[in-house]
């Protein structure tokens, strides 16, 4: 078992920046490829972004292209998501995911393990 605990959400103007975490316990973070995904109200869930069990590779959604920065720490048991140049679009529910596997994870289904969300509002 993983569990995870995301952190940091907000409300932020258009234009700002946010720093999401997410912490893990459990079994060794490690061996985990992590994922960010978003949920705004009345849509589905969807990816943001993923990072792979090392850190050496990441993979982004073409809307946080160049805006969201994912990294991990595994010293510290911990995933986060840089977003700078926030927009009004941006506003969801966002939750890390762990999946068991070496490589990036962007699929939904695939994934493991969730955290229970954090709420980021962008206003305009």
């Known amino acids: 078992q993983v569990q995870l605990v995301e952190s940091g959400g907000g409300l932020v103007q258009a234009g700002g920046s946010l720093r999401l975490s997410c912490a893990a316990s459990g079994r060794t973070f490690s061996r985990y490829s992590m994922g960010w995904f978003r949920q705004a109200p009345g849509k589905e869930r969807e990816f943001v972004t993923a990072i792979n069990w090392i850190g050496g590779s990441t993979y982004y959604t073409d809307s946080v292209k160049g805006r969201f920065t994912i990294s991990r720490d595994n010293a510290k048991n911990t995933l986060y998501l840089q977003m700078n140049s926030l927009k009004p679009e941006d506003t969801a529910v966002y939750y890390c995911?762990?999946?068991?596997?070496?490589?990036?994870?962007?699929?939904?289904?695939?994934?493991?393990?969730w955290g229970q969300g954090t709420q980021v509002t962008v206003s305009s």
């Open positions: 995911a762990a999946a068991l596997s070496v490589g990036i994870v962007t699929t939904r289904g695939s994934y493991d393990y």
